[in-house]
């Protein structure tokens, strides 16, 4: 997907904003294995600058890359995708007033003991199975034995799951106001963005959940020149998506052709069809 997307970006205009609400890197790794393979020049920016504490912030996302020639005579802006995490990341970690990342880091926020215990197979298991509900997990009963080291086992992750620089998916937001000043510096940046002429906004694996995200979407799409495209994982999730879209005609609903659910290999066979030519 990254290398089909990275090829259709040309002339001056050469970025491409990624918005990601995942706490993980698996778009980091991506461009990685693109790199490696050499196949196409780009640059990845995660908004940090520096060596070996690299600092997240938001004006470093309108920096662009530019190659020289010989004596300067040839520039050319290098391709480059902006990948900007919303909802935080597993990676960042709050260094006085500033936001460090580090994808090489060992450490763990979370230890492993404050995850295990009597029950963590039974957890796992369920999780795992693909055909229980959240229901059924709310519902697992803890024995009265061990129902007293349980809750200790409880309090000690959630107390160290608290530390994390990320968004839960509730109204909640962060609990430090260095990583909640960045966050609303990103939603500006997304809205920004939405708000330039003949703007597109693909969304993946977004449920629409998180209000200020959404609304701020809806606000966007007052932009006539901006197309949002929404890739369903089922096409009966198109109902409850209209509820908050109902109103605007610049929006069109993706989903696989033969019913089957939406994954990220038709997306890339069949969304993203256009070829080098065509874009």
């Known amino acids: 997907m990254l290398e089909q997307i990275i090829r259709r970006k040309r002339g001056y205009d050469r970025k491409i904003n990624f918005f990601t609400t995942n706490y993980d890197s698996c778009l980091a790794y991506a461009a990685d294995e693109l790199y490696e393979e050499k196949s196409i020049r780009f640059n990845i920016n995660d908004g940090s600058r520096g060596f070996h504490k690299k600092v997240v912030e938001a004006r470093n996302f309108d920096c662009m890359t530019t190659e020289s020639g010989i004596f300067d005579r040839n520039k050319e802006v ?3 995708i ?7 990341s597993a990676f960042w970690r709050k260094h006085n007033d500033s936001i460090l990342v580090d994808y090489s880091s060992a450490d763990q926020i979370v230890s492993e003991s404050s995850i295990d215990s009597m029950y963590y197979g039974d957890f796992k298991e369920m999780l795992e199975s693909g055909s229980h509900t959240v229901e059924q997990l709310c519902s697992m009963t803890i024995d009265d034995d061990n129902k007293a080291a349980f809750e200790n086992t409880k309090d000690d ?10 968004v839960n998916p509730t109204k909640w937001k962060f609990h430090e106001t260095v990583f909640e000043e960045h966050y609303y510096q990103m939603l500006r940046h997304l809205s920004y963005e939405l708000e330039k002429p003949n703007s597109v906004l693909i969304a993946f ?4 959940a998180d209000e200020h995200i959404r609304n701020l979407i809806k606000r966007s799409l007052t932009n006539p020149t901006l ?7 089922r096409e009966t999730i198109i109902p409850e998506l209209k509820k908050h879209f109902s109103d605007f005609n610049n929006i069109k609903y993706i989903v696989h052709e ?8 038709y997306f890339n066979s069949h969304v993203l069809t256009l070829g080098e030519d065509d874009a």
């Open 78 to 80: 290098q391709r480059q």
């Open 227 to 233: 197309q949002v495209y929404i890739c369903c994982y």
């Open 205 to 208: 694996g977004f449920s629409f």
């Open 157 to 166: 992750f959630y107390r160290e799951y608290n530390q994390l620089p990320i």
């Open 82 to 88: 902006n990948l900007i995490h919303l909802h935080g």
């Open 258 to 265: 033969e019913g089957e659910a939406l994954d990220f290999s």
